[in-house]
């Protein structure tokens, strides 16, 4: 029967390992795009598709992809029409098993809302009916349904200039909402000195640092105190999104020259390009290990594939895909080496979007660790290896090539609030893994060592790892 209390707890020892350690654990979500401003205000839905599909420029971007492949006009996706875009939606899910999004989409209904109907056309209205009565609750505003899963910790992407106002009135809230609201540091308009607009942006940043920026030494303090102010707001974490990286060292006065003429307007090379963000990474990288930060690092993934799509939409809007830089690690393996050698190598999560680097990956780890407890660490499966055999594979290699019972476990990285049942889909997958292993001899029948290490996996290492709760 479709996600029944057993769905993907294929052995006694899986069934038994979720039910009674993983499916009552709190949540730390270290990673995601849900929208500060939204949280603040409490934002609430007014039907099914706002919350679910498309809402004023976001949602989910997963579901969007199906529309299209299903032959929905973007018209329809991005249109006013709510409920033809829902429709239009039911109906590319009739096409999609075994694809995630329509198990996710039945466990959303299913934790979210109570409602345990297959999504068909036959039941569409009365989904939909069922659905927005309960929207139309507070208990199902953003902070309602945040609650509803126990979330302890969210954590934000947040731009580098960001006054972070929402994030101060969410900390002056934090003991009424009963769940922490942090910022993370994501550098991408700072990395960005090929963009058209990083002259405005590096003046935008001059603006809220208080201070002139105009080579690269100005450069680098207004970044670092950028950092310093995010940690001053409860920020412990950064997170660059490399969807390609080249380390390519450069002088000082060579990254200087660089700058100048990207602030003056004019163009840079390729080659500039990689010297200048070597040397912002090195930069920051430091200042990260001063602050005792975790650093994540999502890459080799491809973006805006469709100039015609980004056209219509802008970025975010599912044109992006698996990237195939192929010397991906290798380029970082010589990144952590360098800041190793300047001790300003930060705890790091790596990801990587193409599983054929995730051996390289999860290996490379272990060369830098020491100093601390996992300084670096193997992240889980991430965007479209977000699927069963994906977390099984990544856990499985984390495994191999690690300590698994150290794994900080899952994330949303998700612009929707109704993402947060991914969270048991991963513990259905962990407690499937360990319920194999037990099965082949692989592991001891002991539940006090089992469960230590699935509870350990799924809230309490992200609980202690990150820094997040270290005034209690």
């Not at 360098?338 to 930060?346: D, F, H, K, N, V």
């Not at 790091?348 to 051996?359: A, Q, V």
């Not at 060369?367 to 699927?387: E, H, L």
């Not at 069963?388 to 856990?395: A, F, T, V, Y």
Request: with cysteine; glycine share 8%.
């Amino acid at each position: 029967m479709l996600l029944n209390d057993d769905f993907l707890l294929t052995t006694d020892w899986a069934r038994r390992l979720f039910h009674e350690h993983a499916e009552g654990m709190p949540i730390v979500d270290y990673h995601c795009h849900l929208v500060p401003a939204e949280i603040c205000e409490d934002k609430g839905y007014e039907n099914l598709a706002q919350v679910w599909l498309y809402d004023n420029g976001f949602g989910d971007h997963y579901k969007w992809r199906l529309l299209r492949a299903n032959g929905t006009p973007e018209s329809v996706i991005r249109g006013d029409d709510d409920y033809a875009k829902y429709l239009a939606f039911v109906d590319a899910l009739q096409k999609a098993p075994g694809n995630p999004i329509y198990e996710w989409s039945h466990l959303e209904l299913r934790r979210v809302f109570g409602i345990d109907l297959q999504v068909t056309r036959a039941n569409a209205q009365k989904i939909w009916d069922r659905a927005n009565a309960l929207l139309a609750t507070p208990e199902f505003h953003a902070k309602g349904l945040i609650r509803k899963f126990n979330v302890k910790c969210i954590c934000t992407t947040d731009d580098p200039a960001s006054d972070l106002t929402y994030h101060k009135r969410l900390a002056a809230e934090e003991e009424q909402n009963g769940f922490r609201v942090l910022p993370t540091f994501r550098p991408d308009g700072l990395m960005g000195i090929d963009a058209p607009g990083f002259a405005g942006y590096i003046a935008k940043l001059a603006e809220v640092t208080g201070a002139a920026v105009s080579d690269w030494k100005s450069l680098k303090a207004a970044a670092e105190a950028r950092v310093d102010y995010f940690h001053e707001v409860g920020g412990r974490l950064a997170d660059h999104g490399a969807n390609t990286f080249y380390f390519t060292p450069a002088s000082d006065d060579v990254v200087d020259g660089i700058v100048r003429r990207a602030l003056s307007g004019e163009s840079v090379t390729p080659e500039e390009v990689g010297e200048y963000q070597t040397a912002l990474t090195l930069a920051l990288m430091a200042a990260y290990e001063r602050h005792n930060w975790v650093l994540q690092i999502h890459g080799n993934c491809f973006r805006n594939d469709s100039t015609l799509g980004f056209g219509q939409c802008g970025p975010d809007c599912g044109f992006d895909s698996v990237g195939d830089q192929p010397d991906f690690v290798f380029q970082l393996k010589r990144l952590f080496d360098a800041a190793q050698q300047a001790g300003a190598l930060p705890r790091i999560i790596l990801y990587s979007l193409n599983d054929t680097d995730w051996l390289a990956a999860a290996s490379l780890c272990g060369s830098f660790q020491g100093g601390c407890k996992m300084r670096m660490q193997f992240g889980n499966a991430w965007w479209f290896n977000d699927t069963l055999s994906g977390m099984e594979k990544q856990i499985t290699m984390f495994a191999e090539q690690g300590l698994l019972g150290n794994f900080t476990g899952m994330l949303t990285d998700s612009r929707s609030f109704l993402s947060y049942p991914r969270h048991e889909y991963f513990r259905r997958v962990l407690c499937r893994v360990l319920g194999q292993w037990v099965e082949e001899g692989k592991l001891p029948d002991d539940d006090e060592f089992l469960g230590a290490i699935v509870e350990d996996v799924c809230y309490n290492n992200a609980h202690s790892y990150f820094g997040f709760f270290d005034a209690e």
